[in-house]
């Protein structure tokens, strides 16, 4: 996994709570700010329909605003896709990678993800 997501100013530590992993159901997705020391790190999760969860920075590589900036629905209906509600760039749910659009070519940079015991989602650790 790329560190890319580590030069934003506000990335958040490893361990950093997220979200409880029931509340992201498999086939949906989540656009939501992390509070942390150092700010709000945008942050945009999906659960594969194969019940994995992801997480990206929220931010589209053509323009980088935020994939949900017109709308919440950012997940295709086949749950295969995110799709930036500004310009309709395509990325890959599973790895991030830019499949069409203003997106071609470039991908969403993707945040480590961990299950805590007490069943949150947490910002994990990049494995080097």
């Not at 560190?3 to 949906?28: C, D, F, K, M, N």
């Amino acid at each position: 996994m790329s560190h890319a997501w580590q030069s934003y100013r506000s990335a958040p530590p490893p361990g950093t709570p997220v979200i409880e992993a029931a509340a992201l159901r498999p086939g949906s997705s989540r656009c939501l700010s992390v509070e942390s020391h150092k700010g709000r790190f945008p942050l945009l999760l999906v659960r594969l329909a194969n019940g994995r969860p992801r997480a990206y920075v929220n931010a589209c590589p053509h323009q980088y605003l935020p994939l949900d900036q017109q709308g919440p629905r950012v997940l295709s209906e086949d749950g295969r896709q995110l799709i930036c509600s500004s310009h309709q760039a395509r990325f890959c749910a599973e790895s991030g990678a830019g499949l069409g659009g203003p997106g071609a070519g470039d991908g969403l940079d993707a945040v480590p993800l961990e299950v805590a015991e007490n069943g949150w989602l947490v910002i994990g650790a990049d494995a080097s």
